[in-house]
């Protein structure tokens, strides 16, 4: 804009000497001027030429003025962007939490284990390796956006599809994501029956620059809340509509491990 103006103003002020010059070589070919008429001519061009010298102090000036501006500036949006970002990690009641899902089916302990069976056939309270036949082979280690996993393989290409599209609306959040685990073939804490998901290589627990989620106390960090959008669109079930709530925990729905088997990309016990 203030470029814009300043060639503005010279185009104005250089505007007059060419149309003196204009009638000098196309009107007034055939006759010459007269004394009267040169030196007045001239007298305008003397002032034309201080007014742009003064013009030409004005934009020095005026460039000074923005370099300081952009110095200043830069600081100011650098602790503007800083408070921005700190809002991620803020802790936010969960709105409605029970309907955050809606659409979507929780992969349960016993849905997983009737299509795939169990994914070890001694499972404990702690991680220990897959050995389910059926699912070992599609279990894979890549970076996926800013995080390493440990997954099935279509879980991993799924939440590529996630961290994608995180990235180019949230760039802010997607640098601060960070993981509290993927594959961990075990029962669920405090159960001897349940296995969970994360022992199928279906799940994936997030925070927020590294700050984990008290369970069970009906809050989570914004940025949970945001990433929780891009997940259901991608059919991904948050923990955060379990009955005690678990909002780092991400799921693959139901919906979406039928849709893998009935594309072959997944295989299945039945």
């Known amino acids: ?93 969960i709105a409605n939490r029970r309907e955050v899902n809606a659409g979507l089916t929780n992969s349960s302990s016993s849905y997983l284990v009737g299509v795939f069976g169990p994914p070890r056939q001694d ?28 997954m099935l393989e279509p879980a991993i290409i799924s939440l590529q599809q996630i961290f994608k599209n995180v990235q180019v609306f949230e760039p802010e959040l997607y640098d601060r994501i960070s993981t509290a685990g993927s594959l961990c073939v075990r029962l669920i804490r405090g159960s001897e029956t349940s296995i969970s998901t994360h022992a199928y290589g279906l799940s994936v627990d997030l925070n927020i620059d590294g700050q984990l989620d008290n369970l069970g106390d009906g809050k989570t960090q914004l940025g949970l809340t945001i990433l929780a959008e891009f997940f259901k669109r991608e059919g991904w079930y948050w923990g955060a509509g379990f009955s005690r709530e678990d909002s780092m925990h991400f799921q693959v729905s139901r919906e979406k491990i039928e849709t893998w088997r009935r594309l072959g990309q997944i295989p299945s016990g039945n």
């Not at 010298?53 to 005026?62: D, E």
């Open 1 to 93: 804009m203030k470029l814009a103006n300043i060639l503005l103003a010279v185009a104005i002020i250089l505007a007059p000497a060419g149309w003196y010059l204009a009638y000098f070589l196309f009107f007034s070919i055939n006759s010459y001027p007269t004394r009267e008429e040169f030196v007045s001519q001239q007298e305008k061009l003397t002032a034309l030429t201080i007014d742009f010298n003064s013009l030409q102090q004005q934009i020095t000036a005026q460039g000074q003025r923005a370099a300081d501006a952009q110095t200043t500036t830069y600081s100011d949006n650098t602790e503007e962007t800083n408070g921005l970002v700190d809002i991620y990690t803020q802790v936010v009641n």
């Open 123 to 150: 499972l404990t309270q702690d991680c220990q390796a897959m050995t389910n036949p059926i699912l070992k082979d599609l279990v894979v280690t890549r970076d996926v956006g800013p995080i390493r996993v440990t």
